[in-house]
């Protein structure tokens, strides 16, 4: 099976930073995509940033240019660093990773989602 712990949430005052990790931990053939999503209180789930297998991102209008998602593959651990934070940032941020495995011998795609972590910014 395979686990996806977060951490790094936080409070922090409007204009301040923070870094979200996720460690994955289990095994593998590939991890193909790894995303980062928030939902606000009575708000949907929303997708905040993607990083795919060879490097590529992409990210929602509203935090482009202050969050970075990035990756060691060495510790198994994405990232997500969240700079100039904004009252509007406040939400549980969820990781989510697909994931290419082995299942009772078989090869697929499979996702697999952190528990959350609160980010509340405010003064």
């Known amino acids: 099976q395979v686990q996806l712990v977060e951490s790094g949430g936080g409070l922090v005052q409007p204009g301040g930073s923070l870094r979200l990790s996720c460690t994955a931990s289990?095994?593998?053939?590939?991890?193909?995509?790894m995303d980062w999503y928030r939902q606000a209180p009575e708000k949907q789930r929303e997708l905040v940033a993607t990083r795919t297998s060879p490097g590529t991102t992409n990210y929602a209008d509203s935090v482009k240019g202050r969050f970075t998602i990035s990756r060691n593959s060495v510790k198994n651990t994405m990232y997500l660093q969240m700079n100039s934070l904004k009252p509007e940032d406040t939400a549980i941020y969820y990781c989510?990773?697909?994931?290419?495995?082995?299942?009772?011998?078989?090869?697929?795609?499979?996702?697999?989602w952190g528990q959350g972590t609160q980010v509340t910014v405010s003064s």
């Open positions: 989510k990773m697909n994931i290419r495995r082995i299942d009772k011998g078989r090869v697929g795609n499979y996702d697999y």
């Open positions: 289990g095994s593998w053939l590939n991890i193909n995509t």
